[in-house]
Structures are given as C-alpha cells and as structure tokens.
C-alpha cells in the first residue's frame, strides 16, 4: 500500500480539532483539499505564512544581535529567539519530510471505520479519538491561558511604563517579542502591538499543530491496532459464512500496513521527538529556577502555567507513545481470544506467524536513541530536575 497518497474519505473522527490549526498554520497538506482551486489557494497562503515567519524571525535576530552589541540583551530575549527558532525548525521538519500527508491515511481509515456494522470496533475507534481530542483540548486551553497571560503582562508593564513618562530608551511592549524595526518605534505602538498579537496567535496555532499532530497521529495508531485486535478475537464467533483463510490473509495484510504506517510515520517525526523532551527538559529547569527566584508576583501567572504547559506536553506525547507500543503487543491477545485450534493447519500456521510478528512491539521513536513512552517522560522530568540543581550552582 502506498504510504505517501492514499484515497481521501470525508469522515474526520479523530482530525475535527486538530485540522483548524494545521490548516491555519500552514501545516495542512493541500493535496488533502479535493478542490483543485482550494488546492492552489491554499499553496500561496502557505507561501504568505512562510514569508511571514522568516520575517518576524530576522525582525527579533537584528534586535537581539544589537540588543547583544550595545549589552542590553536579557535571559527572555535569549529564550524567545530561541523557542521561535525551535519552532521554525519544527515547521521545516513538518514540510520536507510531509507529515501532514499521514492524515491523508486518518481520513481514508475512517471512512472504511463507519462503513463496517460492527458496534464494538465503533465504539472502540471512537473512545480513542475521544482521548486523542480530550488531551488536545487541554493542550488549546493552557497554552491560550499561558500566552495570553504573555500578552496582558506586556500591555500592563508597557502601562505602567507610560506612567512615569517616556525617556529616551523607551520601547514600547519591551516584555513582549523583541523585534527591529527601520523607524521609530515610539511613534508606531499600534503597529507593534498589532505585529505582537500576530506572532503570538501563530505561535498557539504552531505550537498546538506539532503536539497535536503527534498526539492524534499516535492515537490514531492505537486505535487501528485496537480495532485489528477485535478483527482477531470475532474470527472464529462471527463467521458469517466467510472464508476464514482469505479473512485472515485480509487482516494479516492490514497488521503489515499498520506495521509500515508505523514505522514510517516514526521515521518521519523522531527528530522532533528527540527536541520535544531535550528542549523542554531544559525548559522546564529554566521556568522551575524562575519561580524559585521570583520576587514580581506580576508573573506568577504565566510563569506557572507555562510550568504546566511544559509537564502536559511531555507526558500527552509519552502517554500517546506508549499506547501505540502496548495496543501493538495487545494483537497478539485478540488472537489468543478466538478459537484458531478448531480451524485447519493453514490456518493455524499463519495465526503463528502474526503471533510471531506482533510480539515485536511498535514504536514512536525518539531520535536514534530510543523509544518514546511514558519511561521517556520520566527521564525527561529526571534530566530538568537535574538541570536545574546545575542552575542553582551558578
């Protein structure tokens, strides 16, 4: 089966919460549209949103370098740049290696899911996406809460600032997202807040699109393999009248396209796997050694959610890992279920390889290094504890 293009269906379980963001930040893929003209609208907005990131991004690198040259660069300035660059990287990775296009295979699955007369594999398909959507909810809600916390400390601090008149190195919504622009910034403060507002709003809609996409996509692999497991178990009490060899060979040939599904998906995200837990390790030390030294109560707020945010998107991903491997290793128990002694030695030789074959779990790889499950979340928590007794040092 092709892992690249597969037929598109219309139903979109697993997808209606986390397509609105992909599509609004240019992560969708537009081959996914079945309108010729959506296609290519969509394609030159793409093109729009990634002249717009490029330019913010130098906009905050020539303020940070001058920032850094007339030595009035500080620690958030640094993180920013950072993070944005993290996020852009992230984006880059998305596009060259097309995983938005793995949704094509969602979309395709769901509609062969509500085509089958089967209530038990429809239930289960859809408490899976129910806890894919739950955990993007929750991951939408903090991160609006921590970035509109961002927001109104930057309009509160610029406020308070205007109080005590302007001097001469005033800039306005210094405490937002430092960017350079060729005027005088002190006659231009609407345009500033507006470009703020701008960078923010994309950087929730990127930032829930990645975890989203690795969240729903994990999940989405679970419930597949779910679903095969229930395929297994009513073989031998839902015979229909079918002929249990060639059902079985239809099964086996859908336990080797969720393996390869699997496995090129893996391939395709394991760097950004392997920069979810490095990168937010080291986040999570830096916020940690911000509270602990916090003497403004003013940024409590955001300080602390953004602590939140931090814990909920290691642990949903390692959580959504981590069910791909164990709903891998469950096949094997849906076998076990039915009554495969009863059927004749063809049969029985092939149940043994697919015994065989799903005893070798599934997994969301995180880099070269290693697997990402929930183990991997604890590491990741282990590491920041650890970063942050180095921090306390200095």
Not at 30 to 54: C, D, G, M, P, T
Not at 58 to 66: C, E, S
Request: glycine residues 2%; hydrophobic residues 45%; proline residues 3%.
């Amino acid at each position: 089966m092709d892992l690249i293009k597969p037929q598109l269906g219309d139903d979109e379980i697993f997808l209606n919460i986390p397509k609105p963001f992909l599509i609004l930040c240019g992560l969708w893929d537009e081959n996914l549209f079945q309108s010729a003209r959506k296609q290519i609208v969509y394609h030159y907005y793409i093109l729009i949103l990634q002249s717009l990131y490029l330019s913010w991004f130098l906009l905050m690198l020539v303020d940070f370098i001058l920032a850094v040259r007339n030595d009035e660069w500080t620690s958030s300035s640094g993180a920013i740049i950072i993070t944005y660059c993290e996020m852009m990287t992230k984006f880059i990775i998305f596009r060259r290696n097309k995983v938005p296009q793995f949704f094509g295979h969602v979309k395709h699955y769901e509609q062969k899911i509500k085509s089958l007369n089967n209530s038990r594999i429809i239930k289960s398909y859809k408490e899976q996406a129910s806890i894919s959507n739950k955990i993007n909810c929750c991951s939408i809600i903090i991160t609006i809460i921590v970035t509109s916390s961002f927001v109104i400390g930057g309009i509160i601090d610029d406020i308070e600032s205007k109080k005590f008149g302007k001097d001469e190195n005033y800039r306005p919504y210094k405490k937002m997202y430092p960017i350079w622009l060729p005027f005088n910034v002190r006659d231009m403060e609407p345009l500033i807040l507006v470009i703020n507002l701008l960078i923010a709003a994309s950087g929730v809609a990127l930032y829930n699109s990645i975890l989203m996409t690795l969240v729903t996509m994990s999940e989405f692999l679970a419930a597949q393999l779910k679903v095969l497991r229930i395929k297994f178990s009513d073989m031998t009490t839902n015979r229909s009248n079918r002929n249990m060899n060639q059902y079985l060979k239809e099964l086996i040939v859908e336990h080797k396209y969720i393996i390869r599904l699997t496995k090129a998906f893996s391939h395709s995200v394991r760097y950004i796997t392997l920069m979810e837990y490095l990168l937010n390790s080291i986040a999570v030390a830096a916020v940690a050694i911000q509270l602990l030294s916090l003497k403004n109560h003013e940024d409590y707020m955001y300080l602390a959610s953004f602590a939140c945010t931090l814990y909920i998107h290691i642990f949903s991903l390692g959580w959504s890992a981590n069910e791909v491997k164990v709903q891998s290793v469950n096949v094997a128990d849906g076998i076990n279920e039915m009554d495969w002694y009863d059927e004749d030695a063809d049969f029985k030789r092939m149940i043994h390889m697919v015994m065989l074959r799903a005893q070798e779990p599934l997994i969301i790889e995180m880099g070269p290094f290693a697997a990402m499950t929930i183990d991997s979340a604890l590491m990741s928590m282990k590491a920041a504890y650890s970063y942050l007794m180095v921090m306390k040092s200095f």
